[in-house]
């Protein structure tokens, strides 16, 4: 009868190899590549989180865009987003409003759901929102927002 097993020393050199090779290996492993999209996921979210907040209280709830921060508004008062340390949300690299109807940068959502802008005037068309890169794309009547 024969035992067909690793010993002792053998099993403590495989442990020494993959640790070296852990060294070498982990500093490689990044996750720089999707803190952009992880950004204007957040975005999205958080837009889609003031139309919520403004479908449910039946008031004007929306998003002031400054600069590659924003923040959430309720009417005009600033609020926190609920993941949100400060008031202002910063992004990376840039966020940036395209095709857009926002004269002052803010977009208001009714009890409706529906995108407007500050002076009450429903939007039209649909607002880009460029997000470190990502195109995110606000429609008007039910005021989805979606990757491009």
């Not at 996750?31 to 999205?44: C, I, L, N, P, S």
């Not at 803010?106 to 195109?135: A, H, M, R």
């Amino acid at each position: 009868m024969t035992n067909k097993a690793f010993t002792l020393i053998e099993l403590v050199i495989i442990i020494v190899l993959v640790g070296i090779v852990g060294i070498y290996i982990a500093p490689k492993i990044s996750t720089k590549g999707y803190e952009g999209k992880t950004q204007a996921t957040r975005f999205m979210s958080n837009i889609r989180y003031a139309q919520h907040k403004a479908m449910v209280s039946g008031g004007l709830w929306g998003i002031e865009i400054a600069g590659k921060s924003y923040k959430l508004l309720d009417n005009t008062t600033e609020k926190k987003f609920p993941d949100a340390e400060n008031i202002n949300i910063t992004v990376d690299k840039s966020l940036n409003i395209i095709n857009s109807e926002l004269p002052d940068n803010k977009v208001y959502f009714n009890f409706l759901g529906q995108p407007q802008t500050s002076t009450g005037s429903l939007l039209t068309k649909d607002t880009n929102f460029i997000v470190n890169g990502y195109t995110l794309i606000l429609t008007p009547k039910a005021g989805g927002i979606y990757f491009q």
